[in-house]
């Protein structure tokens, strides 16, 4: 039996997730039958954290707290355009950690963006795993082309 790969398109926005079945490709579905999950992650304050769309819900009751769009700093150091855009714009307080690293902070904890895209990782993981009932060791995640050798690291990170 060979091992089972899943192919996993973390985006900025939405996440979707791939396995092949027979000789056929498909994305899996979670549990709700939703083939797109939100690249969101929501941390509540009883300790539950909510990934994808069940962690979207929460931008507006939950906002500092919730973190979308991790993508886009992905990789960059905390003095990069990018990240000062993103400051000026997202809720959640973004702070500069070691070596001009980015860090969010949620309450009295520090995430790395590598972190966050781990969450929705693992999150995409799960779905699989609960679709096949096989354990995945193996993964493909996709970059953009634009994306530098950093930010194609950050996300070696994230997996």
């Not at 307080?93 to 790395?112: F, I, K, P, T």
């Amino acid at each position: 039996m060979t091992d089972l790969v899943m192919g996993i398109d973390l985006g900025t926005s939405y996440t979707c997730v791939s396995i092949i079945e027979g000789d056929t490709p498909i994305v899996v579905p979670n549990e709700w039958g939703e083939r797109t999950h939100a690249s969101v992650v929501s941390f509540m304050d009883d300790g539950r954290v909510l990934v994808g769309n069940d962690g979207k819900k929460q931008i507006v009751t939950n906002p500092e707290n919730t973190i979308y769009s991790s993508k886009r700093i992905l990789g960059r150091f905390y003095f990069a355009e990018e990240v000062r855009k993103a400051r000026g714009v997202v809720p959640y307080n973004l702070v500069e950690g070691q070596n001009n690293a980015v860090n969010v902070r949620v309450g009295d904890m520090l995430y790395s963006p590598q972190e966050i895209g781990a969450i929705i990782l693992k999150e995409m993981r799960s779905i699989v795993e609960a679709h096949t009932g096989q354990n995945v060791r193996k993964a493909v995640i996709t970059v953009p082309a634009y994306f530098n050798d950093t930010q194609r690291q950050a996300t070696k990170d994230a997996g």
